[in-house]
């Protein structure tokens, strides 16, 4: 009895030692997520003439942007971003008031004689440069009123305004001035550009008090978890976890998770100073400056990683989830992150092998398709390796092992939702109303881009951008926008605390809807039941990351081959009492007849 009080004290001690080895790696992981954060607010921005010069490349530009913008200053990035707006309003203004219409040259053009003669009237602008742009503008624009008559003055002045707005907004924004496009990238490779100026070329030291000491505070924390919980999956007080259960502090995670996917996709200048910081990673990698994608594709990669350790740990008696894990860790690190670089240091284009349409919505985009075949006989088997992988690698591999060998081993998205999102796979909606609004969402999803890539390939063959009534430039810009960067990433990964870990896998991917097509009508994969056995616990269909309500299936003996699910196993994982199998088998039998157990006797159901 001593003898066991003894190993039962020294178990106890052994367990308080490894959970002060966690609180130091929480601390050390804080530490460092709140130096990272913070170090957007406290650097110091100093922009040169050389940076505007370097960045701007067109001289005129840069002498117009200098002359509107004050280089002596010190900005802080919320001031910075202030200032060059206000440095493109002023220098906009001072190009209109120059080669605009002013109001004589109106007051001239509403008098002219009608009809009007469109040649007669530009003869009103002088031979100087300026009035030579102003001729031929006002050709281009204005042309359409040549032979124009029965007009009022205000009529007439009407249309010369909207005229004159033409040639500013299409005319001389573009040629002298900075579009919306050039200012938001120029914001943010002048903010990079005086950020490092901050940093002193020590973005290594930065880099090891914020992102490397979260990373080692993570892992700290997560590692002693082997001694610390018993084999199998622990569970244990889930829902009363703040984190896990919709608390305050899941809030929180998911706040931030959103913020910085608004950020990144729609104002990525106000991160600028995180880009800086892995400048050099950049440049050692693809020997380019780094990117904010360049950022989040290193930020995305180490939350594979760290939280592949904790999923590793928590499913080490599975094999199953070991090597799936691993698999996730393996695909994201190489293929999704390394590799892309790696070819752009080669000189060969950013291609993510994995990547396959309709996820990577922009595949048949003309810029991509020429870039590729530019390459020469790299690029055109990228381009060729893409289309065979949607019409021969998914139909093929799906009927084989059914979205799983997607869905749970190789997709990014996937990755990170196993991983980063395991902790809040218990949250996914198990309702028939939420089981309905997915299957309308995700193949509404589905079909906006197989309508949208119609267009674009009907734009590179004929160079016609209208189909009918789509615009094919129009509709990109939608679906990049409101799919790609707001559900993809704001809401796909953003209220992982709120909807579970597969919000963007269940309801939006239109990738995975069309592998769940197939995988419906067309696979070997079930997951088979052993109603005889079930206790109607709920694990199964409670840690269901894709919302199938699993126990009702179990419940019947009936085979589980529902479109949406994605073989994680986890619901076969959890299962007290071995009811749930993953299989591949042939389909003969895939659409068993479910059975009822009751009291008495087992009913086979017609």
Same mark, same amino acid.
């Given at each position: 009895m001593l003898l066991l009080k003894k190993i039962h004290k020294t178990n106890h001690l052994h367990i308080i030692d490894m959970k002060k080895i966690q609180l130091i790696g929480l601390l050390l992981f804080i530490a460092g997520f709140v130096s990272f954060n913070t170090l957007l607010f406290i650097t110091q921005h100093q922009i040169t003439k050389n940076d505007v010069s370097s960045i701007l490349k067109v001289e005129s530009k840069a002498d117009l942007f200098l002359d509107n913008f004050d280089v002596s200053k010190t900005y802080s990035i919320f001031s910075l971003v202030t200032s060059i707006n206000q440095t493109y309003q002023q220098s906009h203004e001072a190009l209109i008031k120059k080669y605009a219409l002013n109001k004589d040259e109106i007051a001239s053009l509403i008098e002219s004689p009608q009809p009007i003669d469109i040649n007669q009237s530009l003869t009103i602008f002088d031979s100087s440069e300026i009035g030579s742009f102003k001729r031929k503008a006002f050709l281009d624009m204005g042309n359409w009123l040549n032979g124009a008559k029965d007009k009022s003055k205000e009529e007439l002045e009407s249309n010369i305004n909207q005229i004159n707005n033409n040639i500013i907004q299409y005319a001389i924004i573009p040629q002298f001035g900075f579009d919306t496009y050039q200012q938001k990238d120029l914001s943010f490779q002048l903010a990079k550009a005086g950020a490092t100026h901050f940093f002193h070329s020590q973005e290594i030291i930065y880099l090891l008090f914020t992102l490397i000491l979260a990373v080692i505070g993570a892992l700290i924390y997560i590692l002693p978890k082997i001694k610390t919980t018993t084999s199998g999956v622990n569970n244990n007080h889930i829902f009363n976890h703040a984190l896990k259960n919709r608390g305050w502090l899941g809030i929180l995670v998911g706040t931030w998770l959103i913020v910085?996917?608004?950020?990144? %996709?729609?104002?990525?200048? @106000?991160?600028? &100073?995180?880009? $800086?910081? =892995?400048?050099?990673?950049?440049?050692?990698?693809?020997?380019?400056?780094?990117?904010?994608?360049?950022?989040?594709?290193?930020?995305?990669?180490?939350?594979?990683?760290?939280?592949?350790?904790?999923?590793?740990?928590? %499913?080490?008696?599975?094999? @199953?989830?070991? &090597?799936?894990? $691993?698999? =996730?860790?393996?695909?994201?690190?190489?293929?999704?992150?390394?590799i892309p670089e790696i070819l752009v240091r080669l000189?060969?284009?950013?291609?993510?092998?994995?990547?396959?349409?309709p996820l990577d919505y922009s595949f048949f985009f003309e810029y991509r398709i020429d870039t590729l075949i530019q390459q020469g006989s790299l690029g055109i088997f990228m381009l060729g390796w893409g289309i065979a992988l949607i019409f021969v690698g998914v139909p093929v591999m799906v009927y084989l092992y059914g979205k799983r060998w997607y869905c749970s081993w190789v997709c990014g998205c996937g990755g990170l939702a196993e991983t980063l999102g395991d902790p809040y796979r218990q949250l996914s909606d198990k309702s028939i109303k939420a089981w309905k609004a997915e299957r309308i969402i995700i193949h509404s999803v589905l079909v906006f881009a197989i309508v949208m890539t119609i267009a674009v390939l009907y734009t590179y063959f004929t160079g016609e951008s209208q189909l009918f009534f789509i615009n094919s430039y129009t509709i990109r810009e939608w679906y990049g926008a409101g799919i790609g960067a707001t559900f993809a990433g704001v809401v796909g990964t953003g209220f992982y605390p709120i909807?579970?870990?597969?919000?963007?896998?269940?309801?939006?991917?239109?990738?995975?809807?069309?592998?769940?097509?197939?995988q419906r009508f067309k696979s070997r994969f079930r997951i088979t039941t052993n109603g005889g056995?079930?206790?109607?616990?709920?694990?199964?269909?409670?840690?269901?990351?894709?919302?199938?309500?699993?126990?009702?299936?179990?419940?019947?003996?009936?085979?589980?081959?529902?479109?949406s699910c994605v073989g994680c196993g986890v619901c076969s994982t959890v299962c007290p009492r071995g009811v749930l199998n993953l299989e591949v088998k042939d389909e003969e039998g895939r659409f068993g007849k479910p059975i009822l157990i009751g009291n008495n006797h087992i009913e086979v159901l017609p």
């Open positions: 910085f996917y608004i950020v990144l %996709y729609f104002q990525p200048v @106000y991160i600028s &100073t995180w880009v $800086a910081l =892995v400048e050099p990673l950049s440049y050692f990698l693809k020997n380019q400056a780094a990117s904010p994608f360049f950022l989040y594709g290193l930020l995305y990669t180490l939350a594979v990683l760290v939280m592949g350790i904790r999923m590793l740990i928590h %499913y080490r008696h599975s094999a @199953y989830h070991k &090597t799936r894990t $691993a698999s =996730v860790m393996f695909f994201q690190t190489a293929f999704a992150f390394l000189n060969q284009p950013y291609f993510d092998f994995k990547n396959i349409w909807m579970g870990n597969r919000v963007w896998c269940r309801f939006g991917c239109p990738l995975a809807a069309y592998l769940g097509i197939i056995q079930c206790i109607s616990c709920g694990n199964c269909s409670t840690y269901c990351e894709m919302g199938i309500d699993v126990r009702w299936y179990a419940q019947r003996g009936q085979n589980i081959v529902r479109s």
